[in-house]
């Protein structure tokens, strides 16, 4: 979600809202198969999408090796939703493009609550076909299905469905609903955004590879959100989750952050009337425009919709993967971060659709929305 971001905003936010009054829209979504065989019953058996001539997703530079499920992960209770969030910008190519966010949503098979989980980016994983690298590597590698196959791995999970959405989608969707109201809870400090003594937008840090360090740029005052509740726009929505270098707690900052603003999204569809305006709901569903993808594992969107019509913003429970403290280890002058023993419960939790047992044990792992 970065956003992503965030991932996924449309899709889950509105899926979330419990709403069937957008089925007219749902053509505006760009619809492909994503998951390809990591995708639950699909292992080995051709897909049966209902999208005419859906486009299968780039694999990037690599062949995709096939998944191949353990025994018995296809009856795993409830549903999983995987959303990665692009930071592609206009100069680069999409398909090759690092994983930037990376959530899983576990609904309960009752359907009455989900669960979004944010996973490091810089998680140090096996990555199916290329060795060891950062879980955000292995899109770049093999695209969305080697990915899904990449957290199955470490997490256990198989999804039911997946989404993709970069940057250009998620300021356009807030700014389609009004801007959102955040509650800022650590003072944020932008490298992206700033200005000159001109007042001429401008970039307030130089980013030095390879650990990518901020450096100040002189006589460029940089955006600073401090700590409060207010309205944001779009672009300060996306400027706001995509900051990790000037924060304490770094990308469990900014994952924190980015679940936030998905509940805060699904809260203004809601309380703002989006769902059961037509016009403004055409005008969010519109402003994703080629930015999402979304694939519902053979159901339609519409399906999907249904699935989850008895969750609002209320039933979201966002947690926090490591308690939000680092588990950083060194390897060949890279920082990489590992996922402790109590991670490991959390994703148990959620195979045994328990996930409600884990956060009531661990509340400290619980991330409040605002």
């Not at 300021?171 to 801007?179: I, L, N, S, Y």
């Not at 703002?272 to 305006?277: E, F, K, P, R």
Request: charge should be negative.
């Amino acid at each position: 979600m970065k956003a992503w971001l965030v991932s996924a905003a449309v899709v889950v936010s509105l899926a979330l809202a419990g709403t069937l009054t957008w089925q007219h829209y749902v053509g505006q979504v760009n619809q492909a198969d994503l998951l390809g065989d990591t995708g639950r019953d699909r292992a080995g058996r051709p897909r049966q999408i209902d999208i005419l001539s859906a486009p299968r997703a780039s694999a990037g530079a690599s062949a995709m090796p096939s998944a191949g499920h353990p025994a018995g992960i296809d009856a795993e209770p409830g549903r999983n939703i995987l959303l990665v969030g692009l930071d592609a910008r206009p100069e680069e190519d999409r398909a090759t493009s690092r994983a930037d966010t990376v959530i899983v949503v576990h609904v309960t098979a009752a359907g009455d609550r989900a669960y979004l989980v944010s996973l490091p980016r810089d998680t140090r994983v096996a990555i199916p076909g290329h060795g060891t690298d950062k879980l955000n590597a292995a899109f770049a590698f093999g695209g969305f299905e080697l990915l899904a196959q990449t957290v199955q791995k470490i997490t256990g999970l198989v999804f039911d469905a997946g989404a993709i959405i970069d940057f250009a989608g998620l300021r356009k969707v807030v700014d389609a609903v009004g801007g959102v109201e955040l509650c800022v809870d650590e003072e944020t400090t932008s490298v992206h955004v700033g200005w000159d003594a001109n007042g001429k937008e401008t970039a307030p840090f130089r980013l030095i590879p390879p650990s990518f360090r901020p450096e100040r740029i002189a006589g460029v005052r940089p955006q600073v959100y401090h700590v409060g509740c207010r309205h944001f726009a779009g672009w300060e929505a996306l400027d706001y989750v995509r900051q990790r270098e000037l924060i304490p707690d770094g990308d469990y900052g900014r994952q924190r952050h980015q679940q936030q603003l998905l509940r805060a999204l699904a809260e203004k569809i809601t309380s703002a009337g989006v769902l059961a305006n037509p016009i403004a709901l055409n005008r969010a569903i519109g402003a994703v425009g080629d930015s999402l993808t979304f694939d519902g594992n053979g159901a339609s969107i519409t399906d999907w919709i249904v699935r989850l019509r008895a969750i609002g913003p209320d039933d979201l429970t966002l947690l926090r993967t490591n308690g939000g403290q680092f588990h950083t280890e060194q390897r060949d002058g890279r920082d990489y971060e590992h996922l402790d023993e109590t991670t490991g419960e959390l994703f148990a939790a959620a195979r045994a659709d328990r996930l409600d047992g884990f956060a009531a044990r661990h509340p400290d792992w619980v991330i409040h929305a605002n």
